[in-house]
T-cell receptor, first 111, second 115 residues
Framework: AQSVTQPDIHITVSEGASLELRCNYS??????LFWYVQSPGQGLQLLLK??????LVQGIKGFEAEFKRSQSSFNLRKPSVHWSDAAEYFC?????????FGAGTRLTVKP | DTEVTQTPKHLVMGMTNKKSLKCEQH?????MYWYKQKAKKPPELMFV???????INESVPSRFSPECPNSSLLNLHLHALQPEDSALYLC??????????????FGDGTRLSIL
């Protein structure tokens, strides 16, 4: 079965600094990969997705992610973090038609 | 605002009560999902409906009973819940779930507390 690992439980960055959140997946075939963000008390919002083709995908809110098959990774990046980016971020993989989430990374943004 | 609407936003119930959570989408999606999310944890899949038929039940206790009256609506009927069932219940929908490449759209959830 497919699975996702997010190695960082909590990351703190300063506002304006760059951000990279790590995601490693396990799946035998080409995976469908997603990043979602969840603010407190809200549902999950899709940031971006990867199915095939260009390995660098652009998402909403200035986020991008790069699919690296050789490293089984799909890391999320943003060049300059805003205070409003503070939230929980989930990487997810779909295989066999059901979605599995990583444990999540909580992002704190310092002024 | 999300395109998947869940009601109520908050629900407090006793262990002997019967209540229902409701989810509605008007995006023409044919797959709908129920997830359970405990604090500081990722969502856990409970049920999947595909074209109004139950396609996945992740060994969920029978005190949770899903229902899909039509392609736009998804209910979760609750009966004799336990305190450990207190959680955020999320509904999601996708165009379908036959290809795996359809992103899921989530509602804001129902915060359920069992007394």
């Amino acid at each position: 079965a497919q699975s996702v690992t997010q190695p960082d439980i909590h990351i703190t960055v300063s506002e304006g600094a760059s951000l990279e959140l790590r995601c490693n997946y396990s799946y035998g075939a080409t995976p469908y990969l997603f990043w979602y963000v969840q603010s407190p008390g809200q549902g999950l919002q899709l940031l971006l997705k990867y199915f095939s083709g260009d390995t660098l995908v652009q998402g909403i809110k200035g986020f991008e992610a790069e699919f690296k098959r050789s490293q089984s990774s799909f890391n999320l990046r943003k060049p300059s973090v805003h205070w409003s980016d503070a939230a929980e971020y989930f990487c997810a993989v779909v295989g066999n038609n059901d979605m599995r989430f990583g444990a999540g990374t909580r992002l704190t943004v310092k002024p | 605002d999300t395109e998947v609407t869940q009601t109520p936003k908050h629900l407090v119930m006793g262990m002997t009560n019967k209540k229902s959570l409701k989810c509605e989408q008007h995006m023409g999606h044919r797959a709908m999902y129920w997830y359970k999310q405990k604090a500081k944890k990722p969502p856990e899949l409970m049920f999947v409906y595909s074209y109004e038929k139950l396609s996945i039940n992740e060994s969920v206790p029978s005190r949770f009973s899903p229902e899909c009256p039509n392609s736009s609506l998804l209910n979760l009927h609750l009966h004799a819940l336990q305190p450990e069932d207190s959680a955020l219940y999320l509904c999601a929908s996708s165009q379908d779930n036959r290809g795996g490449n359809q992103p899921q759209h989530f509602g804001d959830g129902t915060r359920l507390s069992i007394l």
